[in-house]
């Protein structure tokens, strides 16, 4: 199932929780501080944003807002530097972290809710009995308690929570989330997600793949998992336009026409437009490269050099308008209401 590129679009709201393993926590002031510098360093490769943390003794929660970067690049060596940092000063061998960190897209309008579920861990675990007491949240930074670290994007944060920049707005947003602390979310922990994965395959068989699950906290709480056949195919994003529907949006973005693209022409502008197309159409499309070829009057092997020489930027802007341009709501989607998994669906609602 390697082969799936798992699309989130910019602008999503994320909860990522990674666990430790068995036998392994993170103990103290300097491991926490290690741990967010790793972090902050994977941040400030990518575009993504963080507006919300909390760091357990076993586990910790990311809140992030997606960029066009992906979720792989994002925390590519994130975890690895930490876990030999960590074995360093323990002189220790072996894994620290379990698996891939579970991941759940959060409806942005249960952001409130979602931020409050954070921020209220410490609570939950009866380490302290406010949000506010504790310093392994980002709590502290939304109610000023303490000054934000620039990593951190409160002012985002605050936005998407519809939070005032005003001390009142602070201290309603502090007792909202006391009010909540002792509401436990299992839709966000993941503590479902297995539960859901069984029935999806019993339902589907195993040549699936589940990608993330969307979650929503209205009555009556439901998680959408998008579905991906894998029965003899590279796994891929489906999409079911065509190239002359692919050529007209990359015209529209570049201002090349399509015949500039199907032309000799090897214009800067123009050779880009041709490779934009070329790289949005097989790889993130996940559409024979024979048919772009075709379309654009090149050999499969000349459209397949077009794409080796494509800048990071070009894969970056192919990412995007694959992400307009697939139509998401023709892949299967599984829905999963309050309890347990109930149906699988053709379209969203």
């Known amino acids: 199932m390697s082969g799936l590129r798992r699309i989130i679009r910019p602008g999503t709201l994320i909860h990522v929780i990674s666990r430790l393993v068995v036998g392994v926590t993170i103990d103290d002031a300097e491991e926490r501080l290690e741990y967010l510098r790793r972090v902050r360093h994977g941040i400030e490769r990518s575009d993504w944003n963080i507006i919300s943390f ?17 979720f792989d690049a994002l925390f590519r060596g994130v975890h690895g530097a930490f876990a030999r940092w960590l074995n360093r000063r323990r002189g220790r061998f072996g894994p620290v972290f379990t698996d891939r960190p579970t991941t759940v897209v959060v409806d942005l309008a249960n952001t409130v809710r979602f931020v409050a579920y954070l921020h209220n861990n410490p609570v939950r675990a009866g380490l302290v009995r406010r949000a506010v007491e504790s310093d392994w949240t980002s709590h502290r930074f939304y109610v000023n308690a303490a000054p934000a670290p620039d990593w951190l994007d409160v002012g985002l944060g605050c ?12 201290m309603a947003f502090d007792r909202r989330v006391d009010n909540e602390a002792g509401q436990d979310e299992p839709w966000l922990s993941g503590r479902q997600l297995a539960a859901h994965r069984a029935e999806i395959r019993r339902e589907r068989g195993s040549a ?16 959408r998992y998008p579905l991906v056949n894998a029965e003899g195919v590279r796994l891929k994003p489906r999409w079911s336009g065509d190239v002359p529907h692919l050529l007209q949006e ?33 790889d993130y499309l996940g559409r024979p490269l024979n048919d772009i070829a075709r379309w654009l009057g090149l050999s499969k092997s000349a459209a397949s050099k077009l794409a080796k020489r494509a800048s990071q ?9 694959a992400q307009r341009v697939a139509v998401e709501e023709a892949e299967p989607v599984f829905v999963a209401t309050q309890g347990l998994a109930k149906k699988v669906n053709k379209s969203t609602a």
């Open 250 to 282: 990359v015209s529209r973005q570049t201002r090349v026409s399509v015949i500039q693209m199907q032309s000799s022409v090897r214009q800067r502008d123009v050779t880009a437009a041709r490779c934009l197309a070329v790289l949005t159409y097989r």
């Open 159 to 170: 936005h998407l929570l519809g939070l005032p920049d005003t001390p009142e707005a602070r």
């Open 313 to 321: 930027e070009l894969h970056d802007r192919a990412r995007m308008l």
């Open 54 to 70: 909390a760091i357990m003794s076993t586990h910790t929660h990311l809140g992030l807002i997606a960029g066009i970067a992906t």
């Open 208 to 223: 699936i793949e589940i990608a993330y699950p969307k979650v929503s906290l209205r009555h009556p709480r439901e998680a």
